[in-house]
């Protein structure tokens, strides 16, 4: 290494220790690359050959720096990545490919009626063990006490009385978090007795149905609870008050072979899976390939087995339409303007008198 005569210091800009020299003793300015390094140590390392990558010990603190793991959720149609607050101001629709995440029973009551209206009903219900049933996971109401702490509801089925922009309705949502919206007896219960209610108050009714079929755990009752609810919507249509069923995904079994698909209007959300039995299974059994869509809101709609399908963003509006048909149509029965049989409507005095 070459040296300085003079002073027998090596020319190097680095002491020993690794740190830049200062060379001050002549009386001239600092460099401001050294400076700064000298003011911040931290930048000095930065420059120095350190050892091998080290994975971050589980002990460290740094609980604040992570980020969240939900954060940022992959759209599962599209693969696009999207800021979890943004998926939520757009109501959990992808905003490039328009997919419908699915939602918790109480996420879409907050949606779609007025803040604060809703008032839930049967909170007491709770399922019982009539079969005294066990299978590989244990006994049944060991299960239902699993699932209880895990979702925070009692039951699949959360009913009760809301306002939609004031108007009033009997709003009726499953969950498909709880054992995959099994429908069993207590399902069957809360459903006739908000439909009770209904005609009592003279209000629609709105299902929203997502469920993977009726409650094994409760053998025939669960099944029985298909024509308890098809009998609770026929008082229903005899008191002349509408049905809504909107089928959200996924919605099979018991639930689709049953009420919700006997309404006065059948929606569905865009991409939902709707049918009886899974396609997988029908392909077994046929020894055929489905075609490509089977079983989703679209194909359904092609065939004429539901109304029209609404983007989720829309729904409130389109549920605003439909009542306000409902109650314009019910005014106008309980005091028609009849003229020979006939009813017209009254006429602007602007029209009129010309």
């Known amino acids: ?39 911040n140590p931290d930048m000095r390392n930065f420059f120095q050959r350190g050892g091998k990558f080290q994975p971050r010990n589980n002990e460290d603190d740094r609980g604040d720096q992570m980020i969240p793991e939900d954060l940022w959720v992959k759209c ?40 604060g209206s809703f008032e839930e009903w049967d909170t007491g219900l709770r399922p019982e063990d009539p079969l005294q049933f066990v299978d590989g996971q244990g006994a049944y109401p060991d299960k239902i006490e699993r699932t209880q702490s895990k979702t925070g509801e009692i039951e699949a089925l959360i009913t009760g009385g809301a306002r939609l922009d004031g108007r009033p309705l009997a709003l009726i949502v499953a969950d498909f978090d709880f054992l995959g919206a099994s429908m069993g007896s207590v399902w069957g219960e809360k ?35 298909m024509a308890k609810t098809v009998s609770a919507f026929h008082r ?13 995904d996924p919605c099979y079994g018991g639930v689709t072979a049953s009420y919700a698909t006997v309404a006065d209007v059948v929606m569905a959300e865009p991409g939902a899976l709707i049918g009886f039995a899974g396609q997988r299974v029908i392909e077994q059994i046929t020894k055929q390939k489905l ?13 004429g087995m539901i109304d029209f399908i609404v983007e989720r963003p829309n729904l409130r509006s389109q549920l ?18 009849q003229e020979n049989g006939v009813q017209t409507l009254d006429r602007p005095e602007s029209i009129s008198s010309t």
């Not at 979890?84 to 959990?92: F, G, H, P, V, Y």
């Not at 229903?236 to 959200?248: D, M, W």
């Not at 048909?325 to 005014?331: E, I, M, S």
């Open 1 to 39: 290494m070459r040296q300085d005569a003079a002073s027998n210091v090596p020319s190097t800009p680095f002491q020993p220790d690794g740190h830049l020299r200062h060379n001050t003793s002549s009386g001239g300015v600092e460099n401001p690359s050294a400076a700064y390094l000298r003011t």
């Open 191 to 225: 459903l006739a007795r908000a439909v009770e209610r209904a005609v009592e108050q003279g209000w629609p009714v709105l299902t929203i149905n997502a469920s993977g079929g009726a409650r094994m755990h409760e053998g025939l009752l669960s099944l029985m609870q």
């Open 291 to 303: 075609p490509e869509g089977f079983q989703t809101a679209e194909f359904l709609l092609d065939h």
């Open 320 to 337: 605003t339409t439909l009542t306000d048909l409902y109650f314009g149509a019910k005014t106008a029965d309980a005091d028609p303007d």
């Open 76 to 115: 599962p149609s599209c693969g696009e990545l999207i800021y979890s607050k943004e998926l939520d101001r757009s109501a959990r629709v992808c905003p490039k490919c328009n997919h419908h995440f699915r939602l918790r029973a109480r996420q879409r009551i907050r949606l779609l009626v007025d803040p």
């Open 236 to 248: 229903l249509g005899e008191a002349r008050l509408p049905h809504f069923s909107l089928l959200v």
